[in-house]
């Protein structure tokens, strides 16, 4: 179980540093995919704070111009655990668990499953012009939804 959970935590950590608030350019993945993240009693994070402040958080989620040729598996198990995504004035904050934003192509079979127990979600946006955008095991083709034109916080807007 320590090694699962030792697995789990260096995807998560290879994900997190492979996509950033802008996505990368293009990641092609040749074979198969497993994105796992296990929380035991953990609490994840994701605020955004100060004028035009854009938090973004992926936990076993494919963002940007993602390519897998095979199947894809993406997984985010949690019990007793809190996982927080919040948008306080003029600030977008995106949480992704177990899921596919922006342009991505799975060649096989995908399967997006999210499992929690004795856990809490919190999805929230407080003050003016504040986006919070939360997708969970679901596919958002839309990666720049949460910006308007000018910079952050006005949802989708003609893109």
Known sequence: ???????????????????????????????????IAVLSTTGVVNTANGSDAVAQQNLASNAGDVTIS?????????????????ANADTVAQQNLSSNIGDVTVSGNSLQATLMDN????????GRDATAVQNIASNNACFACTTTGSGHGGGHHGR
């Open 70 to 86: 095979g199947n894809s598996l993406q997984i985010v198990a949690a019990r007793g655990s809190y996982v927080g995504n919040t």
């Open 1 to 35: 179980m320590k090694k699962l959970v030792l697995l789990a935590l260096s995807v998560v950590a290879t994900a997190a540093m492979a996509t950033g608030p802008t996505p990368a350019s293009e990641i092609k993945i040749r074979g198969n995919s497993a994105q």
């Open 119 to 126: 856990s809490y979600v919190l999805n929230s946006a407080t």
